[in-house]
């Protein structure tokens, strides 16, 4: 993961924002999961395996645990600003150092205990064991459409081969939320803060519809941690400067104001500096050719008021050069 989606990592690390996710992700908005129903998962998983024993590991970005009365399982997500060709891949390696993590766990455990017999001693693992599941959600933020593989199958080369023989060709679907081409009704099915925060990267570089999006949004208000994640993902540290609301809650009607009028100010500004930039390299140009003009006449032994004259500038200036 990069710099930029550092912001979206701390913001949804946090319990709450864990759950308001995956209530918009995973339940269109309802509010299944709270923040209780968090709890914190190892990122880091590792397998050692091979003639050499070598460790190799991956780390998720982020890795939670759900239980509560209904459902216990794990949840990871990867935030992402650009399209991973190879992201089935990357999810099902994931994915499965999860489960074999939760496998050793358990074996261990039987270890401990030395409660295995037979195939189940062989196996390290019990007739009546179980994992719990693991989900990955690839949250994309970037600006153009995801055009890689959604499943493992499109990564292969399938062509040639029989039907027969395809439908023993395992599949793994990956769960993309492509932010910036989702449309707004999906959005609005998360928490109004989460569908404010997904809805201002969605148009960041769109002015009009950035001007609207507390209509767009159905919102006007949020809290402080989502209103300086916004201001860090989009860049811009003039947010974080203005003065929070009375209650607590940042206005966001006035902040995306004045952040579209910051921006126009600081664009005639950088324009204004092109321009003189522009002028200075012509004047440079000019006064080279005009150096050159002046030295080719005092050459053919014409005097200053008449080089003077045919150019017209002074005769002073002419003198100066020529000194």
Known sequence: MGKKENPLLVYYNQPERFAQLLNGWLFQGRPFLE??????ADRRMEEKGGRRKEYRGRSRDL???????????????????????AMPLRVMDSDMLSYVH????????????RDLKQDEYLSRFSKQDRLLPVITLVLYCGEK??????????MLELSGLPEELKAYVENYSIHILDVCHTPDDRLREFPAELCFLLMCIKYAKDKEAFLCLTERAEVSVVSEDTYETIAEYLGEP?????????EGGRDMCKAIRELVEDGEKRGIEKGIEKGIEKGIEKGIEKGIGLAKQILKLAKENIPADEIARQLSISEKEVRRLLD
């Not at 923040?35 to 914190?40: L, N, P, S, W, Y």
């Not at 939670?64 to 935030?79: C, I, M, T, W």
């Not at 939760?102 to 205990?113: D, G, L, N, T």
Request: charged share 35%; hydrophobic share 35%; aromatic share 8%.
């Open 35 to 40: 923040a209780g129903d968090v709890k914190e």
């Open 63 to 85: 890795f939670k645990r759900l239980d509560n009365a209904v459902v216990r399982l794990y949840v990871g997500a990867e935030p992402m600003e650009y399209v991973d060709y």
């Open 102 to 113: 939760q496998k050793k766990a358990i074996s261990k455990e039987h270890m401990k205990r």
């Open 145 to 154: 459409p995801w055009d890689g593989a959604r499943c493992l199958h499109e």
């Open 238 to 246: 003039e947010l974080l400067e203005s003065e929070a609301g009375t």
